[in-house]
């Protein structure tokens, strides 16, 4: 790593993705109102694979209006389009990720203030934030989801408090809806005891205004703590600076009592009012549904700091995947194993993985257990997952080694074959209605249970044995037929239940011999069996 700052900087960081081939510039006009995420959308619903999404930089910004924005430019999918962009940001391999962030939170580095700073290049309060073209009006904020989104929004924000109590100050990933050229309404859930609603708390008993600092374009190190789950009581700019090994340099902001990353892009700084919420929404969120228009915190908007060229991150949301269910996958993942190896001492836990594909992470998860791990432990992985965070974990799956848990398809074939519903799956109320449309009927939520590992031994995978093939596939190639993408499984593999002698009657079918495999069965005709009864223990009587 530099000693210098910038150079973790978001811009640094893009250059970084260029040199990589991990980013794609366009130069050409773009309508940030209506053009700009359906564009980005497309690698995600256009069957690119993971690997082959990109960062996309937008250097010549349009509006609806046939607005530009000089000086301005968009990066959308810059912080996770995939994860070997989030380990360039990081600076640590995409299998360091999970250690990275545990070292971080145990060894926090407090940030450094410093007396000038490239975000405050540019200070615009008063007149400057009143008007069309002005304040907020001037910022090339995208629409997310164009036709149903009711305004541009801060999607990759980091919203800045500060307890009033303890003084430690919060960054939070949260949705802010642009109102006016100097209003914003913000979403911070209260449900999941977002830090940000817990402050709003606070000053609201207090009868204050809550102060506030959005962080646009924050450095990746900065941008990646938004979303990271950490206790209330934890700075993340301390956590940054565990994760890049040296303080994060901080200014104060110009109009509120907060510390803002020095080498950001752009700082929002206001007040929040304690006195009244404001209608927020529609907006189409990472759930996969619009969320409908409720109400929510306003921001005043007292001044706004920038560099003189700057960048705008913005992050693709909604279906998932997308660039949020990314950004959190892979730090989520390390800390929940960690959680049940290491805080629960369960020893057979091998992997925990989230489901990606349109459930956004937060509803299913899926923990892998080592063969022979009694079923007690099962069950305490299970519940130990389904009770790490409030917003995570609604349908928990325990899965033997042998099920891919990124593919949806070996879970349910586990599910089916491999658990009782009686006995094998438990349903624990009281879970918080979370992050979603709410079901009919309100209330709480709850959380099942279910134990998919296999309770035995299991007949071997109905597949040709892995050496058939991979010799047809060597014909398959010869052939120049369509080029292969396995799946698994590809081929058979033993799940334990199953006998040398079947072994030897199958080779010798392999090499044509089955007559001789007739024969066998033929010595072992049985008068009392009943249908379906099995036939264990027979073995070949050679002539």
Not at 7 to 24: E, F, N, W
Not at 93 to 105: C, E, F, N, S, Y
Not at 340 to 348: E, F, S, T, V, Y
């Amino acid at each position: 790593m530099s000693d210098s700052p910038e150079t973790d900087a978001l811009d640094a960081h893009l250059q970084k993705l260029a040199a990589a081939g991990l980013l794609h510039v366009i130069d050409r006009p773009i309508d940030k109102d209506r053009e700009m995420h359906p564009l980005v959308r497309w690698q995600y619903r256009g069957g690119i694979p993971e690997s082959r999404r990109k960062a996309f930089l937008f250097t010549n910004v349009t509006d609806a209006k046939g607005r530009s924005y000089p000086g301005a430019r968009v990066a959308i999918g810059a912080l996770a389009a995939n994860p070997e962009i989030y380990a360039v940001g990081l600076g640590k391999p995409v299998a360091d990720i999970g250690r990275a962030w545990l070292a971080a939170m145990a060894a926090p580095i407090a940030p450094r203030l410093v007396d000038s700073a490239p975000c405050q290049e540019i200070v615009l309060t008063g007149d400057d934030l009143l008007g069309e073209g002005k304040g907020l009006d001037a910022l090339p904020i995208p629409i997310s989801t164009p036709g149903y989104d009711t305004a541009p929004y801060f999607t990759a924000g980091l919203w800045a408090t500060r307890d009033p109590d303890t003084g430690v100050q919060n960054l939070g990933l949260y949705r802010g809806n642009l109102k006016a050229p100097n209003r914003v309404a913000v979403m911070m859930e209260r449900s999941t005891l977002a830090g940000g609603g817990v402050h709003w708390l606070k000053y609201k008993a207090r009868g204050e205004k809550m102060p506030v600092a959005v962080v646009l374009g924050a450095p990746p190190l900065v941008a990646f703590t938004g979303p990271q789950k950490l206790p209330l009581d934890c700075d993340e700019l301390t956590v940054a600076g565990g994760l890049g090994g040296r303080p994060v340099e901080v200014v104060r902001c110009k109009t509120v009592d907060l510390l803002a990353p020095a080498h950001a892009q752009v700082i929002v700084e206001g007040l929040i009012d304690t006195d009244s919420l404001e209608p927020e929404g529609p907006f189409g969120e990472s759930h996969g549904y619009m969320a409908l228009e409720e109400y929510n915190f306003s921001m005043t908007v007292t001044a706004i700091t920038r560099r003189t060229n700057y960048t705008i991150t913005s992050i693709i949301s909604q279906v998932t995947p997308s660039e949020s269910s990314v950004i959190k996958k892979v730090a989520y993942e390390p800390l929940y194993l960690d959680h049940l190896r290491n805080a629960l001492n369960i020893k057979g836990v091998k992997r925990v993985s989230m489901h990606e594909p349109l459930t956004n992470l937060r509803r299913f998860l899926f923990i892998t257990i080592a063969k022979g791990t009694p079923n007690t432990e099962v069950w305490r992985a299970l519940l130990g997952a389904a009770s790490f965070t409030p917003a995570i974990g609604k349908f928990c799956v325990a899965i033997d080694e042998d099920i891919d848990p990124e593919n949806a398809d070996h879970v349910l074939w586990a599910i089916a074959y491999r658990s009782n519903p009686l006995v094998d799956t438990h349903v624990v109320p009281n879970r918080g209605k979370g992050h979603g449309p709410e079901l009919p009927g309100g209330g709480t939520d709850s959380t099942m249970l279910v134990d998919a590992t296999a309770k035995g031994n299991f007949p071997p995978v109905a597949l040709p044995k892995k050496e058939f093939m991979d010799r047809a596939r060597v014909i398959w190639e010869e052939l120049k037929l369509p080029q292969l993408a396995p799946e698994s499984p590809w081929s058979g593999y033993s799940l334990g239940d199953w006998s040398d002698e079947w072994d030897a009657c199958a080779a010798r079918a392999a090499k044509g011999d089955w007559i001789a495999n007739g024969r066998r069965s033929a010595a072992h005709r049985s008068a009392t069996a009943e249908p379906q009864d099995p036939a264990r223990g027979i073995v070949f009587r050679a002539e």
